[in-house]
């Protein structure tokens, strides 16, 4: 492997560093973007009986705020629990911007790494081909020798170019498409707390079995932009 690297001239070296970094950031977001962690299941239930049975103090609060992405949002809710639904939105939305923001971290590092790599290795390209016209002008055509080294530098950072960027590509679109259902999902739980909490649902079970097609009021990415344009769409209709 190290004469690869070495043959392949000091381009290698950087394309080498993306490899690890992806690498690393994969293995790290595969496992803190696992759905347990961000959205554990029985929350909004568990928070229902906290209200219900008058135990939801700060304490508590707190806990729920650290335990998981999801936990933080419903706390942003709950603080605002005694004011109308649309301050709990709000103030729901303001940290769901945030948290939406941490689960999609590192993830442009990981796309750049994947366009990046496949023009290092075109550098190497470049780079071995002036190596062989170098070695032509000094040596002469008929020295097959004195060509292979640049043609060698020139094929193996191609190649290894496009080793790095592929996965890298391939892991990316996966991890963004990953945390969008996340957050999704997270909209829908933090739409049942707030309906649970303002008696619009009757029921644990309710929460349980809810209507997945209920449409959404709840925007964790766009924030109050989002909720002018609901509200603008609303006024519209007939």
Sequence with gaps: MFEIIKAGGWVMWPIVICSIVALAISVERLWTLQRKRV?????VEQVWQWARSGV??????????LSS????????????????????????????RHVA?????????????????????????????ISMFTAVAEHGAGNPQALSAGIGQALITTAAGLTVAIPALLMHRYLRGKVQTLIVDMEQEAIKMVEILHGERESESTVAGADSDAPASIDLTSGRAGQRRRVAGRKESP
Excluded at 39 to 43: E, Y
Excluded at 56 to 65: G, H, I, P, T, Y
Excluded at 103 to 127: C, D, W
């Design 39 to 43: 959205i554990p299941r029985g929350l």
């Design 101 to 129: 923001h941490e689960l999609e971290r590192y993830l442009n590092m990981l796309g750049s790494i994947a366009a990046v790599s496949p023009l290092l290795g075109l550098l190497g390209t470049v780079f071995g081909m």
């Design 56 to 65: 939801l103090d700060a304490k508590r609060l707190q806990a729920l705020r």
């Design 69 to 96: 992405p999801l936990g933080r949002v419903l706390a942003a809710g709950l603080v605002n629990m005694k004011y109308d639904r649309s301050v709990m939105k709000e103030s729901i939305e303001e940290v769901g």
